[in-house]
């Protein structure tokens, strides 16, 4: 019987599977998961409706199976019309989930055609495409190591 909260059998099993410096990727629903990932990469689709499952309720339970070494979201461009808006509204809820966590890495974001490039990694094992309709919500994680 599993103890943490994460009970999505595929997802527990790629993580299962996931070493040290794997990449997992949760997607908002406007993520083309189809054709950027990993050489390596499983897709999970979690896009039951609009707005349901969200990134933050993924984040949540996959924060509570495995360790953390680095948290990225993808960054918006300074000549994106987005930009002028500042921060996104999920990212201070994925701080507060993975302070939460114990996550000690802090929320960096990656400029979004880097963010692509890291994804596009023979590290990215797993993406969870979610139907968030918040934006830029996507979250990238490397997996930490086991500690005593």
Known sequence: ML?????????????GRAGH??????ADGNYPAS???????EVVCLNLSPGVVTVAQALHAVLSAIPIDEINTMGIPADD??????????????????????VKAPLTPI????????VESPDH???????????????LLTVGVRTP
């Open 35 to 41: 054709t950027k990932r990993g050489p390596h990469a």
């Open 81 to 102: 019309p987005y930009a002028a808006f500042g921060e996104p509204k999920a990212w201070p809820e994925f701080r507060a989930l993975a302070s939460a966590a114990g």
């Open 111 to 118: 400029s979004k055609w880097d963010f692509y490039r890291a």
């Open 125 to 139: 094992v797993l993406t969870i495409q979610t139907a968030d309709q918040a934006l830029w919500a996507n979250v």
């Open 3 to 15: 103890k943490h909260i994460l009970i999505h059998p595929k997802i527990n099993e790629v993580l």
């Open 21 to 26: 410096h794997a990449r997992i990727l949760i």
